[in-house]
């Protein structure tokens, strides 16, 4: 089945989106960033990013290798039709609010599900013509993105492809290396050569 040109650019347009904000991180400080508050703000990110990895693989678990193949009702997706994209979203909550930059959660929101409702809009048709009436069965059952715990349901055993999961495991790892370099960064900032500091900062921000 031909994936649609949304599909296709999903990863290179995160990665762009990606590059973009860790420049944005690099040059700029928040100036409450050293304040006991936005340090629990800064652990609550690194929990959303665990929570996200988790999420992921879990869902990884179910779909990886058959996405195309079978449909996958279970486990994750039984709570909503897109878990990927949900527990992507909390990751990238939380890589903005371990860099203490809040203010980017007004510009991360409309850009993350302004483009992915696309790309989701594009999945589900794809995938409504290939499982056809059991799919929309699914739809009318389980949300498209709103996690409902009371339909919650699992097979007791899944066949799982080991290559296929590794990949999909290494993919998401790296939310995990998020958290290293928003330290990195936070080190850079604070550190000195010759009286300079190594990256200098040159917006600071409000929250």
């Given at each position: 089945m031909i994936?649609?040109?949304?599909?296709?650019?999903?990863?290179?347009?995160?990665?762009?989106?990606g590059i973009v904000f860790i420049g944005f991180v690099c040059f700029s400080r928040n100036i409450y960033s050293e304040t006991l508050a936005y340090e629990t703000i800064e652990m609550i990110g690194y929990a959303l990013i665990i929570a996200a990895?988790?999420?992921?693989?879990?869902?990884?678990?179910?779909?990886?290798?058959?996405?195309?193949?079978?449909?996958?009702?279970?486990g994750p997706y039984s709570l909503c039709r897109n878990p990927l994209y949900v527990f992507s979203f909390?990751?990238?909550?939380g890589i903005v609010l371990s860099s203490?930059?809040?203010?980017?959660?007004?510009?991360?929101?409309p850009i993350y599900w302004g483009y992915y409702l696309h790309v989701i809009k594009s999945e589900e048709e794809r995938l409504a013509r290939l499982f056809g009436r059991p799919y929309d069965n699914y739809c009318r059952q389980v949300s498209s993105l709103i996690p409902d715990?009371?339909?919650y349901?699992?097979?007791?055993?899944?066949?799982?492809?080991?290559r296929v999961l590794l990949r999909s495991i290494v993919n998401t790892t790296w939310l995990l290396w998020a958290i290293v370099l928003m330290e990195l960064?936070?080190?850079?900032?604070?550190?000195?050569?010759?009286?300079?500091?190594?990256?200098p900062v040159i917006w600071k921000l409000p929250f």
């Open positions: 994936h649609s040109v949304v599909e296709k650019l999903r990863l290179t347009v995160t990665w762009m989106v990895v988790v999420g992921r693989i879990w869902c990884s678990v179910y779909i990886a290798g058959r996405k195309d193949e079978e449909l996958t009702t279970d909390i990751g990238a909550v203490t930059h809040i203010v980017l959660l007004l510009i991360l929101i715990v009371a339909n349901w699992s097979r007791k055993n899944i066949d799982i492809k080991p960064l936070e080190f850079a900032q604070g550190a000195q050569i010759g009286g300079k500091y190594l990256i």
